[in-house]
């Protein structure tokens, strides 16, 4: 990146795709956030840059690079390769670590302190902040990596989803499992065809996740 693209990132914030520290302190909580930007849509860590965008820098060039090697090799599963530079900002140096979105998702944390649940250990980027993902959310990043051919079938039970998509625009897995009396692990499993397939769309605040119609062009 050229040096005003980069003051702009700074200048808007962040966001969904930019995370600023204003140290590596450790490979653990650099790993979450690495992860969660390969999780959802890639973006930018800045380090030497405090959470009001003050450019700072950093003292030690090879100390915070060790932490983000660390992050990426040992405590990210499976590990991710950042495209780093170094960029000299108002006489200081800050590191920018670019993380694509992964072909290979879901990447989650190792630490021993994890719950046994492997779910509990991925994480996706809402907004500024790194959330864990649903079991919905984790599914189907699962499903997408593997890419197989989607079966699908419209019955009733999608038909009648389709309708109260129609009328209230949104639908939880488990609005959609009272709606035709099924399971919720059922429910999440049909959901998820129709969003493979292309039919919907899974969206997420920080509180949940839903599931809208995808509205032809």
Known sequence: MNIPEIYELIESGESTTVEFKRKAKTPLKIAKELAAFANTKGGFLFVGIDDDATIYGVRS????LDVIDKACNFFIDPPIKPEIEIAELKYKDVIIVKIRESKNKPHRLISEEDDDNMDNRVYIRIGEKCVIASREMTRLMKQQTLDKPVKLSIGDKEKRLFAYLDKYEKATVKEFAKLVNISTRR????MIRLVRAGVMQINNDEYHDYF???QPR
Do not use: D, F, Q, V
């Not at 060039?61 to 915070?64: D, L």
């Not at 429910?187 to 049909?190: D, T, V």
């Open 61 to 64: 060039e090879k100390s915070e």
């Open 187 to 190: 429910a999440e499993r049909l």
């Open 212 to 214: 809208t119609l995808i």
